[in-house]
């Protein structure tokens, strides 16, 4: 949920949904020299870049730029984030590994395609997991630890307010991992988060989430830190199953 900015840092914008995202990695990034800079060499950080593709990828499959079923090539892709094949090569691999595209020999990798059967075992599963953890993180948790997180959910309503589903992506997740990370589990968190992420990919066929939904989605998130807060457990494992049978929760 967001307000075109990510939660967990900078992220590019792009063009329509009917291309692919249209990121520029920095000319440092690409080793290139500008007029008025030193000619000291400079070390290429390709894990860098490849990071900064792998969450660029990462928020068009969110945002609906890369479309379930349709197959995208490296090279292509590269050529569009103005960086080689090979780091665009290197964050398709680890989306494969998540689920999120398969690879298809000598074309490149396709989008997978869902349906609403994968998206409700998601959700059941992400109930089972999230749901007595933050119950009991509600008897436990202080007012004032659960306070710190209300620039997190007012983010989630922010990035709602102006439809961008790929920033609202990440700030939906910031606020549930931030939730979550009260729970010390680390090992817990990177689950649900992973998860979380599954859940977000959008449905063969799903026409855009409309801002009204995100708004709904995200008042969600308010509510919730609202009965943390005041320790309402039966609201609070209210909400947060009725959080988790939404689509983009």
């Known amino acids: 949920m967001e307000q075109g900015r990510a939660c967990d840092g900078v992220r590019p914008s792009y063009v329509s ?17 500008t007029h008025g800079e030193p000619h ?20 068009a499959l969110a945002g609906g730029e890369l479309a379930p079923g349709q197959v995208y090539s490296a090279p292509a892709l590269g050529a569009r984030f103005g960086v080689s094949a090979t780091p665009v090569r290197e964050a398709m691999q680890q989306l494969a590994i998540e689920g999120a595209v398969e690879v298809v020999p000598n074309r490149g990798f396709r989008v997978s395609e869902r349906g609403p059967r994968e998206l409700a075992e998601l959700a059941e599963v992400r109930a089972l997991i999230e749901v007595p953890v933050m119950l009991r993180l509600a008897r436990t948790v202080p007012a004032g630890g659960w306070c710190a997180l209300r620039p ?6 922010a990035a ?19 939730v979550l990370g009260l729970s ?4 817990l968190v990177m689950i649900a988060d992973d998860l ?11 026409p855009a989430t409309r801002r009204a939904d995100l708004l709904a989605d995200a008042s969600e998130h308010t509510a919730l ?24 929760g």
Do not use: K, M
């Not at 949904?17 to 020299?33: I, K, L, T, W």
């Not at 997190?152 to 309503?157: F, K, P, Q, S």
């Open 17 to 33: 949904s009917a291309n692919p995202p249209d990121f520029r990695v920095p000319e440092q990034a690409r080793g290139e020299h």
């Open 40 to 59: 000291a060499p400079r070390v290429v950080r390709r894990h860098s870049v490849r990071g900064q593709i792998l969450d660029a990828l990462r928020a």
């Open 152 to 157: 997190l959910a007012d983010a989630t309503v």
């Open 160 to 178: 709602a307010a102006v439809g961008d589903r790929a920033s609202y992506a990440e700030c939906d997740r910031a606020f549930h991992r931030a």
């Open 184 to 187: 010390g589990n680390e090992q």
């Open 196 to 206: 979380h992420r599954r859940s977000q990919w959008p449905l063969v066929g799903n």
């Open 225 to 248: 830190l609202d009965a943390l807060i005041a320790r309402d457990l039966a609201v609070v494992q209210s909400l947060v199953r009725e959080h988790f049978n939404g689509a983009d």
